[in-house]
């Protein structure tokens, strides 16, 4: 097990950008999956953007050019670069690593995003 912390979130206008930092308390580099998840009270926690141990990424069509995820794993961190927000990004935006082999699938506490009108 790997435990997550997020940082970076907070309030900010519509169209402007925010940085989340996910750290993990060990290594990344085995991790088959990192990625941000997000959700709104009374909501299902969404997919927002995942990256794979060899670059591969991939985001919901909702981010897809404003999000951009990315991993340092020399200093076992994921980032989420967020740009152009807007009202309905706000959420609570959690941090995840899994692994299939041997099985692991660690959340953070969450991080909450505010974006006003």
């Known amino acids: 097990q790997v435990q997550l912390v997020e940082s970076g979130g907070g309030l900010v206008q519509s169209g402007g950008s925010l940085r989340l930092s996910c750290a993990a308390s060990?290594?990344?580099?085995?991790?088959?999956?990192m990625g941000w998840y997000r959700q709104v009270p009374g909501k299902e926690r969404e997919l927002v953007a995942t990256?794979?141990?060899?670059?591969?990424?991939n985001a919901a069509d909702s981010v897809k050019g404003r999000f951009t995820i990315s991993r340092n794993d020399a200093k076992n961190t994921v980032s989420l670069q967020m740009n152009g927000l807007k009202p309905e990004d706000t959420a609570v935006y959690y941090c995840?690593?899994?692994?299939?082999?041997?099985?692991?699938?660690?959340w953070g506490r969450g991080a909450q995003v505010t974006v006003s009108s």
């Open positions: 995840n690593a899994r692994k299939a082999y041997p099985w692991m699938n660690s």
């Open positions: 060990g290594s990344i580099f085995s991790i088959d999956v």
């Open positions: 990256i794979t141990k060899d670059g591969t990424t």
